[in-house]
């Protein structure tokens, strides 16, 4: 059992910025994969930013360049750091963990994060409120 923890999140005004960061333990010989996703609703999970057991990451369109995804110094911790917040980026964010590494794909020599989703974790915290305010 892997035991997933956020925290931060809480009401900024548009243009603002805020900090999650997320905690996952269990299975503490492993580096998991980690990934935030929001939802809001009436709307499915979707996901915000990724980063796989090596550091590779991968944002969604709608925050790039806007939101950072790092790893903490501790291990199997994780920050996203969200700047130029928007009203559109209101939600509830959750933190994703899983033991496997992410889907790739080769190109140019390397192997890039492909595509990702709800699917490819197993653990989940349990969410926190970002409230972007026009």
């Known amino acids: 059992q892997v035991n997933v923890v956020e925290s931060g999140g809480g009401t900024v005004e548009s243009g603002g910025s805020l900090r999650l960061s997320c905690a996952a333990s269990g299975h503490d010989d492993s580096t998991y994969s980690m990934a935030w996703f929001r939802q809001t609703p009436g709307k499915e999970r979707e996901g915000v930013a990724a980063i796989d057991y090596d550091g590779s990451v991968s944002y969604a369109d709608s925050v790039k360049g806007r939101f950072t995804i790092s790893r903490g110094n501790a291990k199997n911790t994780m920050t996203l750091q969200m700047n130029r917040l928007r009203p559109e980026d209101t939600g509830t964010y959750y933190c994703?963990?899983?033991?496997?590494?992410?889907?790739?794909?080769?190109?140019?020599?390397?192997?890039?994060?492909?595509?990702?989703?709800?699917?490819?974790?197993?653990?989940w915290g349990q969410g926190t409120q970002v409230t972007v305010s026009s």
């Open positions: 994703a963990a899983d033991t496997t590494p992410l889907p790739r794909t080769f190109s140019g020599g390397y192997y890039y994060i492909s595509t990702w989703g709800a699917a490819d974790f197993d653990y």
